[in-house]
């Protein structure tokens, strides 16, 4: 498309000058002018023009003159608008007011025409690299906006309401996510596989960001799908991996703990899949991590046999899950809580409510990290037993 350039002048023999001056841009289609005698005929002009890109326009004319047109045009807020101004040598102190207006440059009369083409060729390159910006501003509402949905779809496709089961009374449990970027890749589950059968997820995915997202939703999905099937937990992340396997790009993959408990005994058959192993709180404020089970992460290999671990946890038990964000969150020092500290904390905490226990670590952590950046998503979840009693 031609840039719109209107003439703004009362001297009749100007439209004619400037088409010939300027023929082989017509021409080309480089420029269309459009001629107006005065400041109003102009702004009827840009009325039905929206597209009209330039004005070049005298000062002095009847009706309505340059100064004024320039006001008005100035009240319209388009700043993909330029105004070059036209006046005689001497009229520098109009020529200043002007420029205060907003004109964005101005020539003098007698016009060199040589002098108009350099001045005009110049605005339209501003003019150009304002449109840009403009456009690369809205990509940017427009992609923000994408990533707000896309944050709020995340959060909605984690459980949120706590307490969770409020008609049984013999597991509690508590969880957060908060995701270093506006999405992440983090997530955690929880699930009744049947009355008596808990699913509980823990994972990671690489990367960050809205791909990230976008993998763990589909991850999320997956695992939990095949969880209420009720297979055991090798059973479940073995087809888990050779779903997500068909799916994964760019070398994305996810860690992933997947735990079955029996709220009946407290027995966990559980699957470590390259995920941080799980801590187990004891009442009296004992503090021991999972036996890892040497699993791959989900997503790189397909046919892979996974091989599950067992274990017994008592009543009042809690089961203390996380992703490396929480061990390895780092202070403005790099330096890392380290699952030392976190194994520390956690000692203190024997006694406590799933609620409590969430809340201390995210405190302590926000201790550990005061002043810097987070790194990576930061998630967790708490489930504490209450075995029926005999």
């Known amino acids: 498309m031609p840039e719109k350039i209107m003439v703004v002048d009362d001297e009749p023999d100007l439209e004619s000058l400037i088409r010939q001056y300027f023929r082989r841009k017509i021409r080309n289609n480089e420029f269309e002018f459009l001629f107006a005698r005065n ?47 036209v006046s005689a040598y001497g009229d520098m102190d109009n020529i200043r007011t002007a420029m205060n207006r907003g004109a964005f440059d101005f020539i003098t009369k007698p ?4 002098d108009l083409e350099v001045t005009v060729d110049k605005t339209l390159e501003q003019i150009k690299r304002i449109r840009k910006a403009t456009e690369d501003r809205n990509r940017l509402i427009a992609l923000q906006q994408d990533i707000t949905v896309a944050r709020n779809i995340q959060l909605s496709i984690l459980p949120k309401d706590f307490p969770p089961f409020p008609g ?8 957060s996510m908060n995701a270093a970027r506006d999405v992440g890749g983090d997530f955690y589950d929880f699930f009744f596989i049947d009355d008596n059968r808990l699913g509980l997820v823990m994972a990671d995915v690489s990367g960050k960001g809205i791909p990230a997202s976008l ?8 695992i939990k799908a095949i969880a209420l099937n009720g297979a055991r937990a090798e059973d479940c992340i073995a087809a888990a991996n050779n779903l ?6 760019d070398g994305m993959f996810v860690t992933v703990f997947y735990g079955i408990l029996d709220v009946t005994t407290g027995q966990i058959n559980y699957i470590n899949a390259g995920h941080p192993s799980p801590c187990i709180i004891k009442k009296d404020g004992t503090v021991k991590q999972l036996v890892l089970t040497n699993g791959t992460a989900l997503g790189v290999f397909e046919k892979i046999n996974y091989t599950s671990g067992d274990v017994t946890i008592d009543d009042s038990d809690i089961i203390y899950l996380y992703t490396d964000g929480v061990n390895e969150a780092m202070d ?10 976190l194994i520390e904390r956690l000692k203190e905490l024997g006694d406590s409510t799933v609620e409590t226990v969430e809340q201390k670590i995210t405190e302590d952590l926000k201790e550990h990290t005061r002043g810097a950046i987070q790194s990576d998503d930061i998630t967790m979840m708490a489930v504490k037993l209450h ?3 005999l």
């Open 39 to 85: 400041g109003i005929e102009a702004l009827e002009l840009l009325e039905n023009n929206a597209d009209i890109s330039l004005l070049l326009s005298d000062i002095n004319m009847p009706e309505m003159d340059g100064l004024t047109l320039l006001q008005k045009t100035m009240e319209r807020g388009d700043e993909m608008l330029k105004t070059i101004i």
């Open 332 to 341: 403005m020092h790099e330096n890392q809580y380290t699952d030392k500290r």
């Open 111 to 114: 016009i060199d025409f040589a």
């Open 244 to 249: 997500l396997c068909q799916v994964s790009v």
């Open 215 to 222: 993998f763990m939703a589909v991850s999320k999905t997956m």
């Open 387 to 389: 075995l029926p009693r």
């Open 168 to 175: 049984r009374d013999d597991v509690d449990i508590y969880a």
